[in-house]
């Protein structure tokens, strides 16, 4: 096993654990940490006046650290206080599977960390991101089941071919947007098929809408009121730069509600409105409402529509309990009913989420139809049927018979045998030397063996993904390295090896090391670099070595005049040293 384990962790279903890729700490940098360390010591400053109050709290109770990148075996023994894990994974991974792990109270973290270049905002996970953005929310109870319940509905939405296209183009742009050295015309146009297949969507789809809600609030949410609103969202959290903007008068405030499911998003640029919710337990009525309109709860035509035009593996549930999972290929339908289905490929059944016996892929390799609804002329379902009814309509072992349904579908057989619920219900009915057909159309033959007949009036759900885990091979992904690891020159392994040395001493591993020496190198060599000056000022401040002090000064105003745009980084980096020496 390539992670550490427990309890909760335990629990995840194969095929997402496919998705966990060991957290190797030592390959995390010097640079990488003085990066994580600058970062989360100026969102604690900033965010303690305008996040939510989990955020601070959520710190503490999560073991997060603001000098040193957490690692995932220290957090999950933390997390499992407040009943949630944390696994690292390959940068983005599906949207289903990445709300799966929430439904199973996992969080997933992107184990790399942005570069120093990207240091107010990145377009990929990263551990700041996911680490020091989502895990300190969930540790208030109201916001945690928000987030698995969230994850728990969203994994069951329908997506389109098209969500999948979409995705492999957002993942693509986050690794080489974030890779060293990637020529800006290889990003502008990632970013350009990202703005194509945006514009060529059509009718979004279900996953496609919660993932909208799921923007708007896990990632960009606000929470209090339209004038004086507070942050909570993982993105806002963990970019120093939006997170101040979007307290401004430039990004419009919008009451929360069920129509944020239809507002785009661009993950490239900083959003121009943002949604406010009045509080955490809002969030659950508003995704309650939203579920209200899915295939998982409305089923009927449109479900069965929806997961044909997905051409992914899904499950519909038909009113007595049977669920059929598989690639829906077709339906025929009647007075604005579905009154028989096909699948094609490996098809299972189950029930209550529990395969049937006799009845999995391998019994269904090529497919599996059933008619759905009434007999003609008979007003009791077959479902309702008791077994006297049954018996007078001739509906029992032995009986060859002929079943007219309502809208055409004829299945004519001899029948064999009956399954039955937990309720005593019959499910479904086993024919041979059976023939199914619609008027001239013939759907089933004799010679294709035994034919069995799902029971049920209607298709009362229709979701993404098996009803039976265990009934598929779902394992299709492989781990690989999210980020293009740059080769090192033998200057950048220089830098590195400063970073440490400086590091060491402020941990008083090695106080040896000269800092006045390590300056004037980095200062001759590394000219353009700013983050490792302000770690020097820091230690010449609070050993009153005022010369030095004064002399890097004068280095960082150099570096602002060549290079203005990282001007406010430095300023920002010096406020919070003279800060920090205040406290």
């Known amino acids: 096993m390539s ?14 654990r496919q998705f966990i890729k060991p957290q190797d700490y030592s390959d995390y940098t010097a640079i990488n940490q003085a990066v994580w360390r600058y970062v989360m010591r100026k969102n604690v400053d900033y965010l303690s006046k305008v996040a939510h109050k989990s955020y601070l709290e959520g710190l503490q109770k999560t073991g997060i650290s603001i000098d040193d990148i957490p690692n995932m075996y220290g957090m999950n023994r933390i997390l499992q206080e407040i009943g949630w894990a944390a696994v690292a994974v390959d940068g983005f991974i599906p949207p289903s599977a990445f709300m799966e792990f929430q439904a199973y109270n996992v969080l997933v973290i992107a184990s790399d ?60 742009l986050s690794i080489i947007k974030e890779a060293h050295g990637t020529p800006q015309n290889e990003i502008d146009t990632a970013e350009k098929l990202i703005e194509d297949l945006q514009l060529t969507m059509g009718e979004p789809s279900e996953i496609a809408l919660i993932r909208n809600l799921h923007w708007w609030t896990v ?103 049977i669920q059929i999972s598989g690639n829906f290929d077709y339906v025929i339908e009647f007075e604005n009913k579905a009154v028989y289905f096909q699948t094609t490929g490996k098809t ?54 002929t079943l007219d349904f309502e809208g055409g579908i004829k299945v004519q057989g001899e029948i064999i045998t009956g399954t039955r619920n937990l309720r005593g219900e019959i499910i479904l009915i ?28 209607n298709i009362v759900s229709a979701f993404n993904g098996p009803a039976d885990l265990a009934s598929f091979d779902l394992i299709t992904h492989k781990v690989t390295n999210t980020t293009i690891k740059p080769i090192k020159s033998d200057k950048s392994i220089l830098l590195e090896q400063y970073y440490q040395q400086i590091r060491e001493f402020r941990e008083g591993k090695n ?29 010449a401040k609070s050993n009153n070595d005022v010369a030095f002090a004064a002399e890097i ?20 980096g010096l406020l919070l040293v003279h800060q920090s020496l205040v406290v």
């Open 553 to 572: 000064i004068a280095h960082l105003e150099e570096v602002k005049q060549n290079n203005p745009s990282v001007g406010r980084l430095i300023d920002d």
């Open 348 to 401: 299972a059944l189950s029930y209550r989420e529990k395969e049937l016996v006799g009845h999995s892929i391998k019994h269904h390799s090529k497919g599996f139809g059933s008619p759905i609804g009434k007999l003609k002329g008979i007003n009791l379902a077959i479902e309702d049927m008791s077994p006297r009814d049954l018996k007078a309509y001739n509906i029992f072992e032995g009986q060859t018979i």
């Open 511 to 539: 106080t040896t090391i000269s800092r006045n020496k390590v300056f004037q190198e980095v200062k001759h060599n590394f000219p353009t670099d700013w983050l490792l000056a302000i770690e020097l000022y820091e230690l």
């Open 219 to 321: 990632e960009y949410g606000l929470i209090g009121t339209v004038e004086n609103p507070k942050i909570y969202g993982a993105g806002l959290l963990s970019s120093i730069g939006e997170s101040a903007w979007c307290m401004t008068d430039d990004v419009k405030k919008i009451p929360y509600a069920i129509e944020a499911a239809h507002t785009s998003f661009d993950i490239t640029k900083p959003q121009p409105q943002l949604f406010v919710t009045p509080d955490f337990a809002y969030l659950s009525q508003v995704l309650e409402e939203f579920a209200n309109t899915m295939a998982l709860r409305k089923g009927g035509l449109s479900g069965i529509k929806k997961l044909i035009n997905s051409k992914e593996l899904g499950t519909i549930e038909l009113s007595t309990g």
């Open 3 to 16: 992670y550490e384990s427990n309890p909760i962790l335990d629990k995840l279903p194969v095929h997402l």
């Open 430 to 457: 086993t024919f041979d030397h059976c023939t199914v057909t619609n008027g001239a159309t013939v759907l089933f033959k004799p010679e294709f063996g035994l034919y069995h007949m799902a029971i049920g009036e």
């Open 113 to 172: 960390i942005r570069q120093l270049e990207h240091i107010e905002y990145t377009p990929a996970p990263d551990i700041i991101h996911e680490g020091a953005g989502h895990a300190p929310i969930i540790a208030n109870p109201e916001y945690a089941e928000y987030l698995r319940r969230f994850g728990e509905i969203g994994c069951k939405a329908i997506s389109s071919a098209k969500d999948y296209e979409l995705y492999e183009a957002v993942r693509h």
